[in-house]
């Protein structure tokens, strides 16, 4: 864990800033995929599986297994699972809100299943989707004389046709 110096503390307001922001900026994400990106970049291996097996003793506490059985399962410490029983003791709101929550949607997520939308490779290269991208912005802001302009040339180009279809397709939808 990280040490501070007296030197590099910040104000009780400003730290309540930061964290507020880091909270908007995760309820701002859109789905546990772009959760997991933010906490991989966020945190070290150890500090997100130290999280997660915290969250997992919450949600084992809540169904009521011992500490027994929860260190068999998830390989902790006794005194990691009391610590987390004191804190769903003494409020545990957060835990017992995420453990509902992820209880209803855990069935309904599969990672490996989940398809990459084009969109997302877009935006990570878009140096490899750049002429694609720039033909849909010119389809999208060209007039009709234009569009039809291109038609033209797209029908003299037979060696093409994948490239054809695609651009063609975009040109009727576009019209």
């Known amino acids: 864990m990280v040490k501070f110096t007296k030197q590099s503390k910040l104000s ?22 772009e959760a997991a990106q933010l906490l991989t970049d966020l945190l070290g291996k150890q500090e997100l599986e130290m999280i997660a097996k915290r969250l997992k003793i919450a ?36 835990y017992r809100l995420a453990v509902s929550r992820t209880k209803s949607k855990r069935d309904k997520i599969k990672i490996a299943d989940e398809p990459v939308r084009l969109s997302y490779l877009k935006r990570k290269y878009p140096m490899y989707y750049w002429p694609q991208m720039m033909i849909e912005y010119w389809i999208k802001n060209s007039t009709i004389k234009e569009k039809n302009q291109m038609r ?18 975009l040109l009727i939808v576009n019209k």
């Not at 730290?15 to 880091?22: G, V």
């Not at 908007?24 to 995929?33: E, V």
């Not at 033209?152 to 397709?169: A, D, P, R, T």
Request: hydrophobic share 35%; charged share 30%; net charge positive.
């Open 12 to 33: 009780s307001q400003e730290t309540q800033t930061m964290i507020m922001d880091l909270c908007t900026g995760i309820a701002a994400l859109k789905n546990s995929r």
């Open 59 to 94: 949600e084992l506490l809540l169904k009521g297994n011992t500490y027994e059985e929860i260190n068999r399962i998830i390989k902790v410490s006794y005194a990691t699972i009391a610590r987390v029983q004191l804190w769903l003791r003494e409020s545990g709101e957060g």
């Open 152 to 169: 033209n040339i797209l029908e003299k180009i037979s060696e093409k046709k994948g490239l054809y279809k695609q651009l063609n397709k």
